[in-house]
């Protein structure tokens, strides 16, 4: 199993640390690459970190991967977007201060994203998730900088709420969280996302 991270900025060590972590506990044979251009989207799998989701954007556009992972996503290649990821996925997406923005997407989930929702002075927080519905327990997550899932609509499923918005969705081959599952104790949202690869 390869399964890739895309590695323009952001928590890309620590995604492939986790990645690794899972294959290990589930005792799957695999590797973790770095992806950086077209060449490099040979993948099972792959995972859009968090960081910046304009920079992400504007760097995948310019380095001419963003329409190529795109269709890979639309054809069914599995997806975990954390963070600036899950923005980058969404359908739409507005700002907490300034509404809408434009700034390259991938845009193909059923999820309206409000980015910065909980503002500057909660910039960094823990909180107690119940990531249950993927077989986990009640986890406790850090959200930096964090966007929020406020409608869910189409194909889109919560998985996971967290005062009144959602933390978590699925729909089909693409996984959301507005959290970073990187740098939490737990594997399971990497596990779950590697079960999704495997079917």
């Known amino acids: 199993m390869k399964i890739g991270v895309l ?3 952001g928590s890309f060590e620590e995604h492939a640390l986790q990645t690794k972590r899972a294959l290990d506990k589930l005792k799957i044979d ?3 690459i770095a992806v950086k251009r077209v060449s490099d989207l040979d993948v099972d799998g792959i995972i859009i970190p968090g960081g910046e989701s304009t920079t ?3 760097v995948a556009q310019r380095m001419g991967l963003l329409e190529p992972l795109k269709e890979k996503i639309m054809e069914g290649l599995p997806v975990l977007g954390t963070c600036a990821g899950a923005i980058m ?3 739409d997406v507005s700002d907490a201060k300034v509404g ?3 700034q390259p997407l991938i845009g193909v989930m059923d999820i309206s994203v409000i980015r910065n929702y909980y ?3 909660r910039e960094s927080f823990e909180a107690n998730v119940d990531l249950r519905s993927i077989g986990g327990g009640i986890e406790k997550v850090v959200f930096i900088r964090a966007p929020a899932i406020v409608k869910v609509f189409g194909n889109a499923k919560s998985l996971s709420q967290f005062k009144d918005v959602h933390v978590m969705v699925q729909e089909n081959n693409l996984l959301a969280t507005t959290f970073h599952p990187e740098l939490s104790g737990t594997t399971i949202v990497h596990e779950y996302f590697i079960s999704m690869i495997k079917k």
Do not use: C, D, N, P
């Open 30 to 32: 695999g590797e973790v």
């Open 7 to 9: 590695a323009y900025q």
């Open 100 to 102: 809408k923005k434009s």
């Open 119 to 121: 503002g500057r002075q």
């Open 56 to 58: 992400i954007g504007i």
């Open 89 to 91: 996925l969404a359908k």
